[in-house]
């Protein structure tokens, strides 16, 4: 019998000491995600930034791509950014986004964490758990 298998890759982490010019500029950040959703081999559907003011705001860059989605949150007055990049194909590649951003974003240090989110369609369901509603 064959099986279906929904293959999706989540790469996720944090990026430390990242110059404060980079944290606080929007239109090369929303370039650097554009990048990096193509060297991880998947297609923009749609770009999507915004930047939150005060003293704890930041800017968000997300991008929806046909394979799933890639985000970056950075707060300037921390020198600090986050990173999410799930990707579904098996043409898909997130570490090659990590990778990526890490170059752009020019971190001091940096940790990634990656989960394999792959699951074959026909799971043994005895071990799920059903919702209450």
Known sequence: MKRD??????????????????????????????????????????????????EKGGISVI?????????LHTWPEYDYATFDAYTCGEHTDPWKAWELIVKKLKP??????????SQEKDINMKHVKPLSH
Do not use: C, F, Q
Request: no cysteine; glycine share 8%.
């Open 63 to 71: 991008a929806l791509v046909l394979e799933s989605h890639l985000a």
């Open 5 to 54: 298998i929904i293959v999706g890759k989540h790469v996720y982490g944090s990026l430390y000491g990242i110059p404060r010019e980079i944290a606080e500029n929007e239109e090369y950040l929303r370039r650097v995600i554009s990048e990096a959703a193509g060297a991880a081999g998947a297609t923009v559907h749609s770009l999507h930034s915004w930047k939150i003011p005060g």
């Open 108 to 117: 001091r240090y940096h940790y990634a964490n990656y989960v394999d989110r």
